[in-house]
């Protein structure tokens, strides 16, 4: 069996590759990076057949290097250690790149091993994912890599390259097989701005066709569930611009709004990139305004995981309709990132004595846990005393928000410490 077309056609040169113009054209920021010599750690995102490999691909001839190929999947650690024991041997003299697909599904633990092969240099490494990077890669892997984003290829590129595909097969098969005018661009757009899957597509439409490819023959080789992916490129929205949207329908309490970008994702079998973010949208957007939205969310999203498309549709579904509809709060992340910033500007660095651990001996020789009032052993469980640190005692993070939930805290807690 010979190759597929798409691995034929796998461009060799920056010159060669469709689209992403502001990575590989003449002034493409990767571009002058690596003609410029320097071969940076860098990570590569967005959706699939959109030229992440390729350019591995290219970077390795150019300068050099062996590369390796895993994918995190089905990769593990010891697979990392194995390729970087090969700078011992000549097949690393040149310098070793490795290519990391799916960098995502490596755990916080093994994104963190990573570090210590590449700031040695022993491996310099290309990780891609289809997922925001900086959502799921490690900060402290991130913040060693050069980060470029590739983008959904728009459909009139791709029926160009899908022109060179019918001039391959014809030449293969020593037919003259053409294609209808506006077919190259209607089978680019149902595959959304993914080069590769187009092509493959068109591959196996050609065995099927007569001496003309129409749109009617092209259908028979597209099933249903593949057109929502072409919603990407065909209406010019890109993966990342649909979650935005997706979310800030949510957060706007706009319930249609919500279901429309829902069944948009699921219909693009975006099922993990829509978990993911429902999860988030839960603590981030509805917080302590509605704090069973989470655990909601969890089971809800754990369903849809069991059983998987079409059927998820109907818990998130219910999940969304529940989170648009339910009262908002940022509350809980103001406070937090009102704390945060005090840390960073080095504030609140002694903790107040009584509450310092006191569960050894010696202790309360030097003043730890002396004078703590345990709240339990007071009238409604609660006693004042002071928490925080002496230099921000009077700091005030968390405000009540205005929706009923966290007002009702807020009147129970003054009536216990009578502030009324």
């Known amino acids: 069996m010979g190759r597929p077309l798409a691995d034929r056609m796998r461009p060799t ?19 002058r990076m690596i003609e410029s010599g320097h071969i940076a750690n860098m990570i590569f995102f967005g959706p699939p057949g959109t030229g992440k490999t390729t350019c591995a691909n290219i970077i390795a001839k150019r300068s050099g290097m062996t590369l390796y190929k895993l994918n995190a999947t089905t990769a593990s650690l010891a697979d990392v250690r194995q390729i970087a024991e090969q700078t011992q041997s000549a097949l690393g003299e040149g310098g070793i790149l490795l290519y990391l697909d799916e960098i995502q599904y490596f755990n916080k633990k093994q994104q963190q091993s990573l570090l210590e092969y590449i700031e040695d240099g022993r491996i310099t490494l ?53 294609l209808e005018n506006g077919v190259g661009e209607y089978i680019a757009g149902v595959c959304g701005g993914d080069v590769r899957r187009a092509i493959t597509v068109l591959e196996h439409i050609y065995y099927g066709s007569g001496d003309i490819i129409t749109k009617e023959t092209a259908d028979m080789f597209i099933p249903d569930a593949m057109r ?17 949207a997706f979310q800030k329908s949510i957060r706007g309490s706009d319930a249609s709004a919500s279901v429309f970008y829902l069944a948009k994702l699921l219909g693009a079998g975006e099922l993990l990139s829509v978990i993911r973010r429902l999860s988030v949208i839960a603590s981030e957007d509805i917080g302590a305004a ?42 809980a992340l103001d406070a937090y990132e009102k704390a945060a910033d005090d840390i960073s500007k080095g504030l609140g660095k002694n903790i107040p004595s009584h509450l ?42 968390y405000v009540y928000g205005s929706n009923k939930t966290e007002q009702a805290a807020k009147a129970y807690w003054d009536k216990i410490k009578n502030k009324k």
Do not use: W
Not at 229 to 244: C, E, P, Q, T
Not at 375 to 394: G, R, S, T
């Open 290 to 331: 509605y704090p069973m939205a989470s655990a909601i969310t969890y089971a809800c999203c754990q369903q849809a995981l069991s059983l998987g498309l079409p059927e998820a549709r109907i818990p998130l579904a219910n999940c969304v309709i529940m989170l648009a509809t339910s009262p908002k709060s940022v509350s």
């Open 356 to 397: 310092q651990d006191s569960h050894y001996s010696g202790a309360e020789a030097i003043g730890h846990g002396n004078g703590y009032k345990y709240p339990h052993a007071f009238e409604n469980d609660y006693v004042f005393q002071q928490y925080l640190p002496n230099d921000i005692k009077d700091r005030e993070y």
């Open 13 to 31: 040169d920056f010159d060669d590759i469709v689209g992403q113009e502001h990575l590989f054209g003449k002034n493409g920021a990767l571009r």
């Open 228 to 244: 929502g992916v072409g919603a990407f490129a065909k209406d010019g929205d890109s993966h990342y611009d649909l979650l935005s």
């Open 126 to 178: 290309i990780a891609s994912t289809a997922e925001n990077p900086f959502f799921s890669v490690y900060s402290a892997v991130i913040s060693r890599c050069a980060v470029f984003e590739f983008k959904p290829v728009k459909p009139q590129s791709i029926a160009s390259r899908l022109q060179s595909a019918v001039d391959i097969l014809n030449s293969d098969n020593e037919r003259q097989v053409s």
